[in-house]
């Protein structure tokens, strides 16, 4: 398992500091990991062919204002990026250190979660992003499927909404052993607690579909 944490440090010093680390879950003793290309918030990760993947999140960049003296202040705005950390037999010899990889195709994006699909088209493997919206008013839950050796994003079907019409803000989502994608989040209540849980599951296309074909929810 792979965790991935951000300290908060004061802006003055550069915003976040961003760690990985490795648990064995044979004997409970963590690792240090390399440290991603940039530092960042918001990101989702996961496992890919064997390498860890980075996706997103929100970056530290240093605002300049007219006439500021002192410390400059920083803003974390949300990023396209992609990183990728090879392991075992996909990694040249010594190589152990995150490299950047092509960006999303769909813009920066941040927020949400992450999971590898089974699929043999792609130099790098796919994985599908579902993000997450913050308010009633936004458009429904954002999915898409990433091509990692293009960044190339293609859209997916937004989650269902429930029958208030709410989106669902995905805290969480694991592949089943079918390939089946069950997500776990709650309905956005905004200025209302608690929030309603709920789950969706995600249906892959069937077997022989295009390259191309959506998955369902």
């Avoid at 963590?30 to 918001?42: E, F, G, I, L, V």
């Avoid at 990760?45 to 500021?68: D, E």
């Avoid at 579902?130 to 009633?136: D, K, L, M, Q, R």
Wanted: charged share 15%; with cysteine; hydrophobic share 40%.
């Amino acid at each position: 398992m792979v965790v991935f944490g951000v300290t908060p440090v004061a802006w003055q010093l550069g915003g976040l500091t961003c760690e990985v680390w490795r648990l064995d879950l044979g004997n409970l003793e963590w690792t240090r990991m390399a440290n991603p290309t940039h530092d960042r918030r918001s990101l989702a990760c996961c496992a890919v062919r064997g390498n860890i993947i980075v996706l997103g999140g929100q970056l530290p960049a240093p605002v300049a204002r007219s006439g500021q003296t002192g410390p400059p202040e920083w803003d974390i705005p949300e990023t396209a990026s992609v990183e990728i950390l090879q392991h075992g037999s996909g990694a040249a010899a010594g190589q152990n250190a995150f490299r950047l990889l092509s960006p999303l195709s769909c813009g920066p994006w941040a927020g949400g979660v992450a999971i590898a699909i089974d699929e043999t088209h792609s130099n790098l493997g796919q994985v599908i992003i579902i993000g997450e919206s913050g308010a009633v008013s936004d458009p429904p839950t954002d999915m898409q499927k990433v091509d990692l050796a293009t960044g190339v994003c293609t859209p997916q079907p937004s989650l269902l909404p429930s029958q208030d019409g709410l989106p669902m803000k995905v805290n969480a989502a694991a592949r089943l052993p079918d390939g089946r994608i069950v997500c776990a989040g709650t309905n956005q209540f905004v200025g209302f607690d608690p929030w309603q849980a709920v789950a969706q599951v995600l249906e892959p296309p069937e077997p022989g579909s295009p390259t191309e074909a959506n998955w369902q929810w």
